[in-house]
């Protein structure tokens, strides 16, 4: 489990932690203000008992999932149980949860945490409701985007040209410093993967 990171700059102030979770390579990702520790805990597909832990402190004012894949929130009910904080996703998948949310997440929804704001980013392709955040200069990109290309679009939820047309317009226009955070594995940056959409779609993958 990583520590806090503190990010700085661009008009923001919050801390940033990484949890690592399951056998999946899964990432759960905690944002929180620097001053009031107001925060949002995004995905939350397994071990909550571990997940609840690295909050510390943290007043968790929801639990956000990226997308209605079961391998992001299959823990999800009890994680709220345990946090006592309510569920948000996509629109267009929230019949994909156990449960039904709480909250439901639209495009360009602006989430408040102290003197911070997460802006939703509504990136159909992987699921019909996939949603990426940003911070900053932090994209939590969920399944959408990796260090190397989109998320798998050969499933019954998926459509390539439509993730490729969220990823090209809506992930790829913010500035070349942005850093991804995806929703499985290691970070990078839109700078770094930027260069190779022109591959991306010729593979068509």
Same mark, same amino acid.
């Given at each position: ?122 990136? %159909? /392709? =992987?699921?019909?409701? $996939? #949603?990426?955040? +940003?911070?900053?200069?932090? *994209? ?41 955070? %995806? /929703? =499985?594995?290691?970070? $990078? #940056?839109?700078? +770094?993967?930027?260069?190779? *959409? ?8």
């Amino acid at each position: 489990m990583a520590d806090w990171q503190r990010i700085t700059g661009n008009g923001v102030d919050f801390e940033l932690k990484t949890v690592d979770v399951g056998t999946m390579g899964n990432v759960v990702y905690i944002v929180r203000d620097t001053d009031t520790h107001e925060g949002y805990v995004i995905d939350a597909g397994f071990e909550p008992e571990k997940i609840a832990e690295a909050v510390d402190d943290t007043k968790v004012q929801a639990i956000l999932i990226t997308h209605g894949h079961w391998d992001h929130h299959q823990d999800l009910d009890a994680l709220k149980q345990k946090l006592g904080v309510p569920a948000a996703i996509g629109e267009l998948d929230q019949g994909m949860l156990k449960s039904p949310p709480e909250q439901v997440l639209v495009d360009r929804q602006e989430l408040p945490f102290g003197k911070n704001v997460l802006k939703a980013i509504h990136t %159909p /392709g =992987h699921t019909p409701g $996939s #949603t990426c955040f +940003t911070v900053g200069n932090q *994209l939590f990109s969920g399944d959408t985007l990796f260090p190397g290309g989109v998320g798998n679009t050969k499933n019954e939820t998926g459509h390539f040209f439509t993730i490729i047309r969220s990823v090209e317009y809506r992930l790829l226009s913010l500035p070349d410093d942005t850093v991804i955070n %995806p /929703g =499985h594995g290691k970070p $990078s #940056t839109i700078g +770094t993967e930027k260069p190779s *959409l022109p591959e991306w779609k010729e593979r068509c993958w």
